[in-house]
């Protein structure tokens, strides 16, 4: 339902269009059901569904229960092994040893407890395959009889819904939103966008689409639903098109399978590469890079069927070799081998985009006296530069002053490796003056506004999203570097698994780790309990879902606890019907199921690649707890991964994020203050209207506010 999308997604609730009459009883009805989840609705939500007649009103508000509940993972039954979680949970060893007892007794045997501990300890025993393990001992019924009702905290989260327009309106606009948008979006995101572009292919279409993933999202809905395709200007517009609708990777990331293509879908695909290179044919330069791609996708579409259509037909001789096209990279790659540097960056002066993303590799290269002309066409490039790169740049030059101790590459699934920093740091005067032009030019760019600036202080830390593959979809979810400060005195981790068909088994771990990222110990199946932190018990086959939780004080050693979720069996995070990871806070004496949604603050999905989720860390810091976002990957083992076996890896992969410099929130709040007020929330509404930033709008701003927050933040980066 697209209402419980937007939702989701904005937090604004759409206004129905049902017969009016008396629903004020639904409406004391809903706003009771959404404080049991941690939410509130605005005094104009509640007063609209009052408005309407009974039918409606209830209509209405099932959808929004059902969106929340969903939104922070209360749509499914958390279920844990030991009943009693977090209490009554026993020593790892002695549990083995209860598992075993329990065995020998079913075979009608005996053993005494040194015969038992000795099995155990010795790893002679397939402890998994023991009786009565792995799977839940109880129902849900029972865990909730064995529970008391939560005890309500100061600090739980109440997340306030608004009204917002009608369906058809909230659509629009969320739709123009993200297909306009100058930032990639993850697969959740490209997702809902997928669905708006069906509800919307005929209504009001974004003016410009820069980011060329939306494009082909777009274009693959029109192409089956036969309606001209928009924006298209380079060769590979139409490849990604292709392996949008062919269910492959239109990122180009990885190769995509193509699927037939019926003949009027050829005809449009194929005229469209025959416009793109009849008007330019330098753009032939493109094919090279994806030729044997292109090579399958010519299998398909039968090009040589088309005698109309000649400029598209040279596409495919070019990516069979049988002509050559020089491009622009290739003669600059050609001038950096020859070890001239300053005429490869006039070469790529006239690729601006490809000149910034080179420029570190320029200035490693360049001679001293050759900076002069690379750092000049940098400076000449930066006004034809899209924001969001000048953005990136500007991060990446505040990381050069000095080596890495590591250097982490990450690719767009989110799949983290790490290897040693080679690169040269690049001279301090070289770094200042970038980032000078940088500021100014981003400055510059930045939107006018008559109106004072007010700041949520939380939000200042929040890493700019350059990047939707940068984080996962979900609830309160953060860009990657991102920092949030933590309340509350325990940390609750809890991760949630439903199998699709084979026997799954995901593993929920912590690790610890001291201020030099050195070990400091863990928490899993194979060790329930460490200095006050306790595991929920394991979980192996979710065929009906699975959860398991960790529990950590934050009185806990160490200075950084990194929850990880390992596929020890079974499917993989992206084939599995559902996954998802988040984290709850709460006092030391609330008592209530290991699961309330009004104690979640963040819920993300699992759906990476790799058999290893890193999704966040927690540090320990001057100014008391934060949680850090990573929406990491690591590649694992095929089965059985453990946390033991993996606490370098982690760990390399947590320091490398902790010592980068990300670019926040606060950066272009402080290129904010030479244009206009700027202001810190205090709590207090002010008497006229502002731009609010922040993690959530507060209610009833004076009319004419504009808010930003999470889900707007994109909106912020200068185009």
Not at 143 to 157: F, N, P, Q, V
Not at 328 to 343: F, K, T
Not at 416 to 423: I, K, L, M, S
Not at 706 to 719: F, G, N, V
């Amino acid at each position: 339902m697209l209402e419980k999308l937007i939702i989701q997604k904005t937090l604004r609730v759409p206004a129905s269009t049902g017969a009016v009459g008396d629903g004020t009883a639904v409406a004391r009805q809903l706003d009771a059901a959404l404080l049991d989840v941690g939410f509130s609705a605005s005094r104009a939500l509640l007063e609209h569904v009052g408005a309407l007649a009974p039918g409606p009103a209830l209509d209405l508000a099932a959808t929004v229960v059902s969106a929340v509940r969903e939104l922070v993972g209360d749509h499914v039954q958390h279920n844990a092994y030991f009943i009693g979680f977090p209490d009554d949970v026993p020593d790892t060893v002695e549990f083995w040893m209860e598992r075993l007892r329990a065995a020998v007794l079913t075979g009608g045997g005996t053993a005494t407890d040194a015969q038992l501990r000795d099995a155990v300890v010795s790893g002679g025993v397939n402890l998994l395959d023991l009786p009565g393990y792995g799977a839940y001992q109880h129902s849900y019924a029972e865990l909730l009889a064995a529970h008391d009702a939560m005890i309500t905290g100061a600090g739980d989260r109440v997340t306030l819904l608004r009204l917002g327009d009608t369906t058809e309106v909230e659509a629009a606009r969320l739709y123009l939103a993200l297909a306009g948008s100058s930032t990639p979006h993850g697969e959740a995101d490209l997702a809902i966008l997928g669905e708006l572009a069906v509800a919307c292919v005929d209504g009001t279409q974004p003016a410009e689409i820069p980011v060329r993933e939306n494009r082909a999202v777009l274009n693959g809905i029109r192409l089956v639903l036969g309606r001209p395709l928009v924006a298209v200007d380079t060769t590979n517009d139409v490849l990604r098109l292709a392996c949008q609708v062919s269910g492959g990777d239109a990122s180009l990331e990885t190769p995509t399978r193509f699927r037939a293509f019926r003949r009027r879908e050829r005809r449009i695909l194929l005229a469209a590469l025959n416009e793109v290179v009849g008007a330019n044919p330098a753009k032939l330069g493109d094919v090279v890079r994806y030729a044997e791609r292109w090579k399958r996708l010519g299998e398909r579409l039968h090009p040589h069927e088309y005698a109309e259509l000649p400029h598209a037909r040279e596409v495919f001789a070019v990516a069979r070799g049988e002509r050559r096209v020089p491009n622009l990279a290739g003669r600059a790659e050609a001038a950096i081998r020859a070890g001239a540097i300053g005429p490869a960056a006039s070469v790529l002066s006239a690729a601006p985009g490809l000149l910034l993303r080179s420029a570190d590799r320029l200035l490693r290269q360049a001679s001293a006296s050759e900076r002069t002309a690379v750092v000049e066409a940098v400076a000449g490039a930066l006004g034809s530069a899209s924001g969001r790169l000048l953005c990136s740049l500007r991060e990446h030059v505040g990381n050069r002053l000095t080596p890495a101790s590591a250097r982490m590459y990450v690719g767009r699934s989110r799949r983290a490796w790490v290897g040693p920093d080679e690169r040269p740091p690049l001279p301090a005067e070289v770094v200042a003056e970038l980032s000078a032009l940088l500021d100014a030019e981003i400055s510059a760019r930045l939107p006018e506004s008559d109106r004072p600036l007010v700041v949520d202080p939380e939000v200042l830390d929040v890493a700019l999203p350059l990047s939707g593959k940068a984080a996962e979809g979900g609830f309160a979810v953060l860009p990657r570097g991102s920092r949030a400060s933590v309340s509350g005195e325990l940390l609750r981790f809890f991760t949630y698994w439903r199998q699709t068909n084979r026997r799954t088994d995901y593993d929920l771990s912590v690790l610890l780790l001291d201020d030099e990222f050195h070990t400091a110990g863990q928490v899993s199946w194979t060790n329930y309990r460490h200095a006050g932190a306790v595991h929920s018990g394991d979980i192996t086959d979710a065929t009906n879902g699975a959860t398991e939780f960790i529990d950590v004080p934050l009185t806990v050693d160490g200075h950084y606890v990194v929850p990880q979720v390992y596929i020890y069996a079974g499917e993989s995070f992206d084939e599995v019907a559902e996954s998802m990871f988040g984290y709850q806070t709460r006092t030391t004496d609330q008592r209530g199921l290991p699961f309330d949604a009004r104690t979640v603050r963040a819920r993300s999905h699992l759906r990476g690649q790799g058999r290893v989720a890193l999704p966040m860390v927690f540090a320990r810091g001057e100014r008391g707890w934060q949680a850090v976002w990573l929406h990491l990957y690591l590649r694992g083992a095929p089965s059985f991964n453990r946390v033991e076996e993996n606490t370098f890896t982690t760990a390399d992969r947590v320091r490398a994020l902790m010592e980068r410099r990300y670019l926040t929130v606060s950066y272009l709040v402080d290129r904010w203050r030479d244009r206009t007020e700027v202001m810190t929330w205090n709590g207090r509404l002010p008497d006229e209207p502002v731009t609010f930033i922040g993690i959530e709008a507060p209610e009833e701003l004076p009319d004419g506010s504009e808010a930003y927050t999470l889900d707007r933040l994109t909106e912020l980066i200068p185009l």
